[in-house]
């Protein structure tokens, strides 16, 4: 067993493997350095720091009794020397050592031996190249420096615009953060058509989009920042885009990250092709005696069979552990991931795991895609919201590649999502959705839950029964060809304003009335069916087919799902 164990970066990583591998090794001597002089805090916390869910900075660097995790705490609790304000600027692999240099002494250099090197050196936010991208009030959040620094501006009352550049994960919440607690009139700019591009497919990513619009978020999608410049002195700036310009006294950077790899490129580490340290099953890189794992490194997606960068603490922490079992002579594995995420917006809950409807396209499947909306709890429960789930599957073999969950019990969101995604890595058939066993109660759920009903809507999908649109290509399609004609299947009272909008484009034939009427079905031309949900559609879909009815499609998600994309229906 290896004696002297150096460990390159403390803040989620880092503290995982010497805190794992004191607790199953006593006697190794443990050290973990890092350049910052904060360590191991909850950096996922961030946004509710500043947002002012969590009152006190601290509350991200203590433990569940309240311990702040310092210098002291590891010495002290943990037995762990953890050197703080020192940068690892060299690794010698031949003499297993590593330069490091003291930030706060001059920078004076010295060397540390090792018998085995961690590498949770992180991923650093990327700044785009635009002018004017590193003015002093265009903001970074990665750590807690930039996070009080964000939070000092807004409460010495310098802030009441600000842009958010990037609608991932962390742009929304920095968004939601800044317009909850301090009421800042935020803007959130895009590249992509749609937000969450990375995590989720348009159907479903409006839903979100609409739900910080409703929160006053003004949202600006498909825009590309060209500049930034200062005006008022530097007290302010303008942001100038391809299509207009936005003032604002505050921007947010949430660009996306990049691995920090110098080092271990530097030392002839073998790096992949997403940018990331790689690193085998047992997290050891190209060299035996040197492990890595977290924001630094590629990882598997066990879907895709492709490499990809996936900067998350979930993964991080899992790692750790893997690593120091490894290090104290066991044998753990990680395997990769499903990419599995959740996120708060306001009150909503957003989850998703394994691949896209684009996503799984790319890497060379043939899908289908379930777009379920239904009620979260039993339809007769007071207070129950509507829930959208997409559920992807491959059309040749059935394997279900991918879900998306949105919904405003952000808990039950995670559940659906966590059950599908503790099945995807083996490669699971559809039928497995349908069955999936989960509890019931109404205050929780229907008695047929909403997974279930994806997974068996899937599977008319894929049996050729369910012949459908997604509501995004109904609305490009009808947009663009005047002769598509809809049949609305829900009461007069819901469809007389669109007969009246659209003419004979918009026809009404209640559900009930299907069966005796289905003759009045234009022969010509593409015909759609709708209703709320997207369940009586596929029903009179069903009841056309028995009477020989074969051409029409009917809209996944119905008029709810529409009206989100398209709020003039
Ligand atoms: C605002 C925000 C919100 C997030 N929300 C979530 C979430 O909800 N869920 C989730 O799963 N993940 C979330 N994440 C991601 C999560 O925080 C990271 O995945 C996790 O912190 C990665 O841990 P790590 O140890 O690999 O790297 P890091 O946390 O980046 O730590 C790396 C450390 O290494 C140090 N270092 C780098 N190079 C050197 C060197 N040469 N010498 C010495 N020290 C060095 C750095 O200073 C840094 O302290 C969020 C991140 C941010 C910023």
Redesign the pocket.
């Known amino acids: 067993m290896a004696k002297k164990i150096l460990i390159?970066?403390?803040?989620?990583?880092?503290p995982k493997v010497a805190c794992r591998l004191r607790r199953i090794n006593p006697d190794a001597q443990i050290t973990v350095?890092?350049?910052?002089s904060v360590i191991s805090y909850g950096?996922?916390g961030?946004?509710y720091y500043v947002g002012g869910d969590v009152a006190d900075i601290e509350g991200l660097r203590s433990t569940q009794s309240h311990a702040v995790r310092n210098q002291k705490f590891f010495k002290d609790i943990k037995g762990i020397d953890v050197i703080v304000e020192?940068?690892?600027?060299e690794i010698l692999r031949k003499e297993k050592q590593v330069r490091v240099r003291y930030l706060k002494e001059n920078n004076r250099e010295e060397l540390m031996d090792y018998d085995k090197l961690v590498i949770?050196?992180?991923?650093s936010p990327v700044r785009p190249p635009f002018p004017g991208s590193d003015l002093p009030n265009v903001c970074i959040?990665?750590?807690l420096h930039h996070a009080e620094n964000i939070k000092a501006k807004i409460a010495q009352g310098k802030v009441s615009k600000a842009v958010v550049i990037g609608a991932g994960?962390?742009g929304i919440?920095m968004a939601e953060a800044l317009t909850d607690l301090w009421g800042v009139e935020t803007t959130i700019i895009e590249m992509a058509d749609q937000v969450l591009p990375a995590a989720l497919g348009k159907n479903v990513a409006t839903v979100v989009q609409r739900q910080l619009e409703k929160h006053n978020v003004t949202v600006q999608l498909s825009e590309r920042v060209e500049k930034i410049v200062e005006k008022d002195g530097g007290e302010s700036m303008t942001i100038i885009t391809g299509h207009g310009e936005i003032d604002c006294d505050l921007v947010v950077l949430s660009t996306g990250v990049r691995p920090?790899t110098t080092?271990a490129q530097e030392a002839g580490l073998a790096i992949g092709s997403f940018g990331g340290i790689l690193v085998d099953r047992r997290m050891r890189t190209s060299d035996p005696n040197i492990y890595a794992?977290?924001?630094?490194t590629e990882i598997r997606n066990l879907i895709s069979g492709e490499n990809m960068t996936m900067?998350?603490?979930?993964l991080?922490n899992r790692q750790g552990r893997i690593i120091a079992t490894n290090i104290n002579g066991g044998s753990s594995h990680f395997k990769g991931t499903v990419g599995t995420f959740c996120?708060k917006v306001f009150e909503m809950g957003v989850a998703t795991s394994g691949l896209s409807y684009h996503q799984a396209i790319r890497v060379g499947y043939d899908p289908a895609i379930a777009i379920v909306s239904q009620a979260d709890r039993a339809h007769f429960y007071p207070e129950s919201e509507v829930m959208y789930i997409t559920l992807i599957a491959d059309k040749k073999t059935r394997r279900i590649l991918g879900i998306e969950a949105v919904g405003k019990m952000g808990d039950a969101v995670k559940a659906r999502v966590d059950a599908v995604a503790a099945m995807l890595e083996y490669g699971v058939e559809v039928d497995k959705v349908c069955d999936l066993e989960t509890g019931y109660a109404p205050p929780y759920a229907s008695a047929m839950d909403i997974i279930n009903n994806a997974g068996n809507t899937l599977d008319n999908i894929l049996d050729g029964r369910n012949k459908n649109i997604s509501p995004v290509c109904f609305l490009e399609e009808f947009k663009e060809d005047p002769n598509i004609r809809v049949i609305d299947v829900r009461e007069k009272v819901q469809v007389e304003k669109l007969v009246e909008k659209y003419g004979d484009r918009w026809i009404h034939i209640p559900q009930e009335e299907m069966r005796s009427r289905y003759n009045e079905i234009p022969t010509e031309g593409q015909v759609f069916l709708v209703c709320d949900t997207g369940t009586r559609s596929y029903e009179a879909q069903v009841v056309l087919v028995a009477n020989g009815v074969t051409h029409t499609r009917h809209i996944q998600g119905g008029m709810s799902l529409i009206k989100v994309h398209d709020p003039d229906f």
């Open positions: 390159i970066g403390a803040v989620a990583l880092g350095l890092d350049r910052d950096g996922c961030i946004p020192v940068e690892a600027i949770a050196t992180g991923a959040v990665s750590n994960a962390i919440e920090n080092l794992g977290g924001d630094c900067p998350l603490g979930s991080a996120m």
